[in-house]
Structure formats: C-alpha cells, structure tokens
C-alpha cells in the first residue's frame, strides 16, 4: 500500500509539473505574440537625390610607371572637363593610385577652376586663336543650326560650356592635355560687344557702327 501511495504521489507530482511547464510556455507565447503585434513596420525614409552642379568628362586617364628600387610602381593620371551648360566650364587634372580616386581628385581640382565664359545665341560673339605650347586651337562663331564641329576633346569642352553652334579647328600637336589648354586659354580670352565697349569707354552703338 505503501508504495501504491508513493507511486501515485510521484505521478501527481509530474503531471502537475507538465501542466506548470506548459503554461509557462503558453504564457510566453501569448506575450511574444503582443509583442509581434505591438511592434509597428519600420517606416523607410526616402533621400531626395540633389541633381549635380556641374556635369563631367573625362578627358584622358594616363598610366604612370614608376622605376623604385624594389621594381615598378604604377600610379594614373586623370584629365576631366566640368561644366553646366549655362555658360560656366573648369578643367581639371588629379593622380591617384586607382583610377576612381585620380577622376575623383581631377573633379574637385575642375570645380575649383570654374569660370565663366560669354554664349550669344549659342555660339561665341567673334573668332579666336590660342596657342598652348605645340597645339593650336581655332574657335569660330556659327549660325543657328549648324552644330558643333569640332573633334572629340574640343566638343566635350564647348558642349558643357553651353554653346550649341560652333566651328573649331585644331592645328599641330594632338595632345590632348594641350588641346584643352589651349581651347580653355581661348575662352577665356572671348569678349562681348559689351565687355569691348566698356573697356574702350565708348557706346556699343558706337562701336557696332564701326
């Protein structure tokens, strides 16, 4: 009889701790489930993108070889022309160890260099000849329609320069580096009627009927 009452005694006991463990877990449950319930969704928070100031052209990447003692050290060297197309245009050069940190570098040193250039019924007011050491450059002005004509390393020049109607021609040296030199030196030397007349102290009519 003895162990008949031991026996139901260790029965009750473990029937009471399973009934014990599954309320607790029925209690954590329903508490996960609050939880689950009181959290609200994340809210994602769109960043508006700001449109560029200035758009950019790569003009010429360059690798550089150095000879050091241990062996060769390759390094780039990055030309890039800035401009709006409104009328302002920068070039600028930087050197880097990887080619998106030469251009990176070339970007800023441009829109340090930003200046601003005259455009009249998109084209320049009057023709001009500049030198940069062995390339010559030649800027014309062209009517309405004609577009630009020009090679590639000059285009992308007077492009973000806003003119839309122009005549150029490069004579001697084809580097590039030279050749935007040379067209950056002569826009910057391009005057307006209004610019010349006001240098002269004279009335633009004045000058116009010349």
Avoid: C, W
């Avoid at 050491?133 to 014309?140: C, F, G, T």
Wanted: proline residues 3%.
């Amino acid at each position: 009889m003895a162990e008949e009452m031991k026996k139901n005694v260790e029965e009750q006991a473990s029937a009471t701790k399973v009934v014990a463990a599954s309320s607790r877990k029925e209690s954590k449950s329903t508490e996960a489930s609050k939880e689950r319930v009181e959290r609200k969704p994340r809210q994602f928070v769109k960043r508006e993108v700001q449109p560029k100031q200035y758009e950019e052209k790569v003009i010429d990447i360059a690798r550089v070889t150095t000879v050091v003692k241990g062996g060769r050290r390759f390094s780039f060297s990055a030309y890039v022309v800035v401009g709006d197309k409104k009328g302002k245009v920068g070039f600028g050069h930087g050197k880097a160890n990887e080619v998106q940190d030469a251009i990176k570098k070339a970007v800023k040193d441009a829109q340090k260099n930003v200046f601003s250039v005259p455009v009249v019924n998109g084209t320049i007011p009057h023709e001009i000849h500049e030198k940069f050491l062995a390339s010559r450059v030649q800027l014309r002005p062209a009517p309405k329609g004609a577009g630009i004509i020009a090679s590639n390393t000059v285009r992308a020049v007077v492009e973000l320069a806003g003119y839309t109607d122009i005549s150029t021609k490069t004579y001697g040296s084809r580097t590039k580096q030279n050749i935007v030199h040379a067209t950056i030196k002569a826009l910057k030397k391009v005057r307006t009627v209004e610019d010349i007349a006001k240098l002269r102290d004279i009335d633009v009519k004045h000058l116009l009927s010349k």
